[in-house]
């Protein structure tokens, strides 16, 4: 079975630009879930989805952070205008969205801000 | 604010030894817990779920506690083995996840 599927894996890019992360969820759960990581603050929640609806996203740093479902199959983090500080890695997570379910990760993307 | 706090934050244990890392969470309305194993540069996997209403769930070699009341979990490895290496992530879920900073354990020979 794929499990979610996370793309670019890692991502250079210079300060000032526009950087979208892409997520495929597993097909059939109705939850998704981004999370960043980094040393200083672990695994935190930026925003997540039921049924292709955003519930809390008030873990989106500012105004330069959006994330879209248009399906029940795609999602997209971007990150405009980028800064140094939002390197991390940035994890998308499904799940059946039941809360006796767990929640499976995507592979992440290293994205390094310059 | 829910707090999650992972002791100890590193481990390094000899091969063969049965071990606890220990999670401990600050508000007691959740639905459930997990324990997640990551790798490094690797994403998470998920190694074991425990809902609000049970008190421990097993897997092979791993074991893992709840007691919702105090806010504390453990999770307890068997015979660990070199493989066993790795990050260990608790985390509490009312839906969104919130997550300690782990437990890096390592396996020595």
């Known amino acids: 079975d794929a499990g979610v599927i996370q793309s670019p894996r890692h991502e250079v890019t210079e300060m000032g630009q526009e950087v979208t992360l892409r997520c495929k969820p597993i097909s059939g759960h109705n939850s998704l879930f981004w999370y960043r990581q980094t040393m200083m603050r672990g695994l935190e929640l930026l925003i997540y989805f039921n049924n292709n609806v955003p519930i809390d996203d008030s873990g989106m740093p500012e105004d330069r952070f959006s994330a879209k479902m248009p399906n029940a199959s795609f999602s997209t983090l971007k990150i405009q205008p980028s800064e140094p500080r939002d390197s991390a890695v940035y994890f998308c997570a499904s799940s059946l969205g039941q809360e006796d379910q767990p929640q499976h990760f995507g592979d992440g993307t290293r994205l390094s801000i310059l | 604010k829910q707090e999650v706090t992972q002791i100890p934050a590193a481990l390094s244990v000899p091969e063969g030894e049965n071990l606890v890392l220990n999670c401990s969470f600050t508000d007691s309305a959740i639905y459930n817990l997990q324990w997640f194993r990551q790798d490094p540069g690797k994403g998470l996997t998920s190694l074991l779920l425990?809902?609000?209403?049970?008190r421990e769930q097993t897997s092979g070699r791993l074991n893992a506690s709840l007691d919702k009341s105090s806010g504390r979990s453990t999770l307890y490895i068997a015979a660990s083995q070199p493989g066993d290496s790795a990050t260990y992530l608790c985390a509490v879920s009312r839906w969104a996840l919130n997550f300690g900073k782990g437990t890096s354990l390592l396996v020595t020979p």
């Open positions: 425990i809902q609000s209403s049970q």
